[in-house]
């Protein structure tokens, strides 16, 4: 048996309001569709972030039913989960509910274990930091519930694990239920996997099946991971989809004519017009010669963006050259600054990404939701 573990589509992302990126977002997704196909998977789980916001456009809804009508028609059933992306602030039905209310595909993020073919999948939605204590119980009956099944286990998450990136760390490999031989991850943007002696089987995140904005401008691939569970193990294969190229170059102002050229040799025939970043560093610069030269790789590009890195900045900051890595910055000094891990976490992941888009009602809410939470646990003390 085979199925195709997605995460991280975010359809509907319109990265540097280009129509051409949301675009691309489309194309990876119906490649992703289409190898599933191809290649015969009995099923298809998506590891949540479905859709770039709760309210997604038109075209975003369109192609995911479009996908999943494809699926259908050739008898291929998929799963599927909630990101934070998919959940409304308000009160009211996340958008892929209809596709479960319509028979397109099935829901399984209340963590009720479902038996299907053989095989035994339950998954949970994204979980708030806040909400974390709640599920150590859960995963205990989850664990419970599954540990007599004699076919394979897979469980459907979409958050942090902290052995794979520290900083964005919602949870430990030791607090997930311990009986599944397959963790199927979303949340996590770059493709990674790893096995753990007290777990059955691999945590695997396939990443996102594009670069987004939060990830900055690099040289990475993008796909997911097709799973065969034929065996008594659970093995991912690693399946690559073709996206736009995207490269970020550092030059020092004295190199620039040559690094350009160099630039325009590596692109100038590629199939896709790549997105490109360039740094600069150096001194008694003149913005009109950098403007001069850059106007030699507008047209083999989709976007060609540039930046000045002084010294001083570039030896004590991530700020300018690794701008994927800006809000892991700002959570590292909120840490500093609170003195505490919890507290930054709260105010970095949870609070901050409500307030910057004025969702003023929602960041009081989760601000007396944890309040709440802060006065049981000082009565509990």
Same mark, same amino acid.
């Given at each position: ?123 949970? =939605?994204? *979980?708030?930091?806040?909400?974390? !204590?709640?599920?150590? %119980?859960?995963?205990?009956? &989850?664990?419970?519930?599954? $540990? ?112 350009? =050229?160099? *630039?325009?040799?590596?692109?100038? !025939?590629?199939?896709? %017009?790549?997105?490109?970043? &360039?740094?600069?560093?150096? $001194? ?98």
């Amino acid at each position: 048996m085979l199925f195709s573990h997605i995460a991280d589509t975010h359809l509907g992302l319109k990265q540097y309001d280009s129509d051409e990126r949301e675009q691309d977002v489309y194309d990876a997704f119906n490649q992703a569709i289409d190898i599933s196909i191809q290649d015969h998977v009995d099923f298809v789980i998506f590891a949540g972030d479905i859709f770039e916001n709760p309210r997604p456009n038109g075209n975003a809804i369109l192609q995911m039913a479009n996908a999943l009508k494809r699926l259908k028609e050739n008898k291929i059933e998929s799963f599927f989960i909630l990101g934070e992306h998919d959940t409304p602030n308000k009160k009211g039905y996340p958008v892929p509910y209809t596709y479960h209310n319509l028979g397109f595909s099935k829901y399984i993020g209340e963590g009720t274990p479902i038996e299907y073919r053989g095989i035994m999948l339950v998954g949970l =939605d994204k *979980i708030r930091p806040a909400q974390m !204590n709640q599920n150590e %119980k859960r995963f205990l009956d &989850l664990d419970k519930s599954v $540990e007599k099944f004699p076919g394979h286990k897979i469980v459907v998450l979409h958050q942090g694990i902290t052995e794979f990136f520290k900083v964005a760390g919602e949870l430990q490999s030791t607090d997930l239920p311990k009986n599944f031989t397959y963790y199927a991850m979303g949340h996590l943007h770059d493709k990674d996997i790893k096995q753990f002696n007290h777990l059955k089987g691999p945590i695997a995140y396939p990443g996102s099946i594009e670069l987004t904005t939060s990830e900055g401008i690099k040289d990475v691939k993008k796909g997911f991971f097709e799973v065969d569970i034929s065996g008594n193990e659970a093995e991912p294969k690693w399946i690559e989809l073709d996206t736009r190229p995207q490269f970020s170059f550092d030059t020092d102002y004295k190199e620039l004519t040559k690094t350009i =050229d160099e *630039i325009i040799e590596k692109i100038s !025939n590629l199939t896709k %017009k790549p997105i490109i970043q &360039l740094i600069i560093q150096g $001194e008694d610069i003149e913005i009109d010669h950098i403007q001069a030269q850059i106007t030699k790789l507008s047209p083999l590009t989709l976007k060609c963006f540039w930046k000045i890195a002084t010294k001083q900045i570039s030896d004590s900051s991530v700020f300018l050259d690794k701008p994927n890595e800006i809000e892991d910055e700002i959570l590292k000094l909120s840490i500093k600054a609170l003195d505490s891990e919890q507290e930054a976490n709260f105010a970095i992941n949870e609070l901050l990404p409500k307030l910057s888009k004025e969702q003023t009602e929602q960041g009081l809410e989760i601000i007396i939701e944890n309040f709440e939470k802060f006065k049981k646990e000082e009565k509990n003390d």
